[in-house]
């Protein structure tokens, strides 16, 4: 806002500091955040869309006039087919219209358990499911017939379904297909995302079971098929997930994302679909992070690109984007995992005024391994709380009219645009997969992340700030170890031996969706039809995007608290406290939730009150614990007292001393130079790299490197 007024006052106050240093919060998109927002700050308010209302091109307020109530999915990738199936019937009858099967990387790859190449595969990050019969065993107990009352409104009450099998999406279709079949479904009557992705799929697993224009080629003949005869079913998804889980920021996945559409679109209209409706058979599958106003935004400006994509295709009448949001692994943390519950319920939030078609709640726990029934019950009930008690949903687009929102949306978009662009140089998101201007880009922003984390400029709470050493929750086993393997390929030789053995090759008279559920019902695990679709093809192979989580890096740290502990000695630091308590009490407490949050015990001195130098150093001296000392005190009372209390610590024979607060000039009597000579080996203070400082602590004659386990 240009207010000379308002600047005056606001540059008086802040007494000769820059403005844009005190008040201006840069991102790690490139948006800078003022702290004030007014009428013409957007550019949205002089846009294309003169009435400003939902369900109007561009679509940043929304699809639609009607105020459908989102998909509530629940997410269910459990190891177990038998308890897959018990989690699906009490999700669907507790709150949840919607299922997200997951299939593990076997399935994503093209294989079935007990293929040489499988190993490791088998049950990781999704259910371990390989043939029809697998498929029936988790959905018999599923009524798809239409309900008489649908208090949703969904399109005729039956369950919403959305798989996930990468770029193997294909065979997973078909495998449905060939079990609606025998239940005598009408697939034509249920709403369906069969989640096609081969470039996501790419960058999430690094592999491919075929070439990619083999995998596309199956991505478009299920579109086809889609646009032909399901007109509930979407074939094809653009995820953010891989670039959201490596640590990119806001902008980058959209960007990333918009490149992805433009080359399905391509690919789609290339295979014979018109360009609308090749935009309705795709899926924007985005997932919401931390910062609940950029994630309002990030929604917002989706559609607007989608929608400015399609208009400069062409197309008169663009059909709004279809937006899939799920809340985020990323920031799930191990250590008091109870903060996730808040997590999960602002990202929901957030995903609701963003105006998400569909929302995906992970359990607070899915971070210790197979989520609890507790945790499944919580991600439940947190969007039904939002949709039927908050009443979110009864709102268009509530967060609309926001100076700030508004100025966001535009400014990431714009952000996006550019990024699509560079992408779009560079030959295309399939040319520049694996470019290093595409993967410098990732890593650069995990980068910044990682460090923002270290810094605390992105506070955890319960990890790196305010942690409770005493929450705690069991881990439960993950998916994918030696028993749910062998659980797997014993269902997969049991399955071929009731078939009987047969050496006849396995003929598909199409690449369509009828033909491989013709082939997977006559007796076909999906790894059989996987290579029979693909003969003589060459798996397509790139280093995949690592998956991490924000609080990963202070997780490790604890971790080698904990061991130490375990072994009999958890470290600890004695808080070495100058003055009375007023004095050293602020920074005690600020260096005790440094500490805390690497798992050491604390011991608190009990200050020196007036005593002189000399003698508070004795007291200090004689009192403390353990080999690591911090010392805490006033700014001036350190100046008389510090450097006295520092030598004669060092004198004790400690490992290890910790000044808290930042060393003073080159004039100080307290400047950097003088308290290391006197002994200190570390400085923490806002601003500071704690997870480093503390890493070294731990490192320093007490543990041994923890780096190596970050």
């Known amino acids: 806002m240009d207010d000379p007024i308002w600047r005056e006052r606001v540059d008086r106050e802040l007494g000769g500091a820059e403005f844009d240093e005190r008040l201006v919060t840069p991102t790690r998109e490139g948006i800078d955040i003022r702290p004030l927002y007014a009428r013409g700050t957007s550019p949205l308010e002089r846009s294309a869309d003169p009435s400003g209302m939902p369900g109007t091109w561009p679509f940043v307020r929304g699809a639609s006039l009607d105020q459908d109530p989102f998909w509530r999915v629940a997410i269910e990738d459990d190891v177990d087919p038998a308890k897959l199936a018990e989690h699906l019937r009490e999700d669907l009858g507790a709150g949840a219209d919607a299922l997200l099967l997951r299939f593990d990387r076997a399935v994503r790859l093209g294989l079935d358990a007990g293929d040489d190449e499988s190993s490791g595969h088998v049950g990781k990050d999704g259910a371990p499911l390989y043939t029809v019969d697998d498929l029936a065993r988790v959905l018999d107990g599923v009524s798809f017939e239409a309900r008489a009352h649908d208090a949703d409104g969904d399109e005729n009450g039956v369950p919403r379904i959305r798989f996930d099998a990468g770029s193997n999406a294909l065979v997973v279709a078909a495998a449905f297909a060939a079990y609606a079949k025998r239940r005598s479904i009408d697939l034509a009557s249920i709403p369906m995302h069969f989640g096609a992705d081969p470039i996501g799929s790419l960058h999430r697993d690094g592999w491919l079971p075929g070439s990619l224009e083999t995998m596309e080629r199956e991505m478009v003949a299920l579109a086809r098929d889609c646009d032909a005869r399901l007109p509930l079913a979407r074939a094809v998804t653009v995820s953010t997930r891989s670039y959201h889980l490596a640590g990119a920021h806001a902008a980058l996945e959209l960007g990333l994302a918009m490149a992805s559409y433009v080359h399905y679109v391509r690919r789609l209209t290339e295979g014979g ?23 309002i935004a990030k929604l917002r400006a989706a559609r607007l690109l989608v929608a400015r994509i399609l208009r400069a295709c062409g197309v008169a009448s663009t059909p709004p984007a279809w937006i899939f949001a799920e809340t985020s692994y990323r920031t799930l943390s191990t250590r008091d995992p109870w903060m996730n519950l808040l ?46 008690e908050s009443h979110l949903a009864s709102v268009l687009d509530p967060a609309g009219g926001s100076f700030y929102v508004e100025s966001l949306t535009d400014s990431l978009a714009r ?20 470019r290093p201007e595409i993967l410098d880009r990732i890593m650069g922003s995990q980068a910044e992340l990682l460090r923002a984390v270290e810094f605390r400029e992105e506070p955890i709470v319960g990890v790196s700030e305010f942690p409770d050493t005493d929450a705690k929750l069991d881990r439960l086993p993950q998916g994918g170890d030696e028993n749910d393997r062998i659980a797997a390929e014993r269902r997969v030789r049991a399955f071929r031996a009731e078939r009987g053995d047969t050496t006849e090759p396995i003929v598909i008279e199409s690449v369509s969706l009828e033909a491989c559920a013709d082939v997977l019902a006559a007796g076909t ?31 490790v740290l604890r971790d080698a608290a904990d061991r130490m502990a375990a072994a009999g000695a958890r470290p600890t630091v004695f808080l070495a406290n100058l003055g009375p308590l007023a004095e050293h009490k602020p920074r005690a407490t600020f260096a005790r939730h440094v500490f805390l949050a690497a798992g050491f015990d604390i011991v608190y001195g009990e200050g020196t009150d007036d005593l002189d130098p000399a003698e508070a150093a004795d007291r200090v001296s004689d009192a403390v614990r353990g080999d690591i000392a911090c010392v805490c005190g006033s700014d001036a009372r350190n100046a008389t007292h510090a450097i006295a209390t520092i030598r004669s610590l060092r004198s004790a024979g400690l490992a290890c001393i910790v000044y808290a607060g930042a060393p003073g000039d080159a004039a100080s009597p307290l400047r950097e130079a003088k308290l290391r000579e006197a002994g200190v080996d570390h400085f923490v203070h806002l601003g500071c790299n704690v997870w480093s400082i503390l890493s ?10 923890v780096s190596d386990d970050r």
């Open 696 to 705: 070294d602590v731990l490192s320093q004659g007490v543990l041994g490197s």
């Open 273 to 295: 679909l018109s360009i609308e409706a090749a935009a309705g058979q795709i899926v924007l599958e985005l997932v919401v992070g931390r910062d609940v106003f950029m994630e």
């Open 343 to 388: 997590r999960a319920t602002t990202q929901c939030f957030a995903a609701v005024l963003g105006g998400a078609d569909a929302i995906a709640c992970l359990p607070f726990d899915a971070a210790l391994g197979r989520p609890s029934p507790l945790g499944r019950r919580v991600a439940r009930n947190t969007l039904s709380i939002l949709a039927e």
């Open 525 to 555: 695990t999906f790894g059989e039809l996987s290579r029979a679709l693909r003969p003589g093809d060459t798996v397509t192979a790139v280093e995949p995007l690592v998956a991490m989580r924000d609080a990963e890096s202070f997780e």
């Open 415 to 434: 952000r996006a645009w550019e990024i699509f662009r560079e992408v779009e140089g560079l030959g295309g998101i399939a040319a520049a997969i694996d």
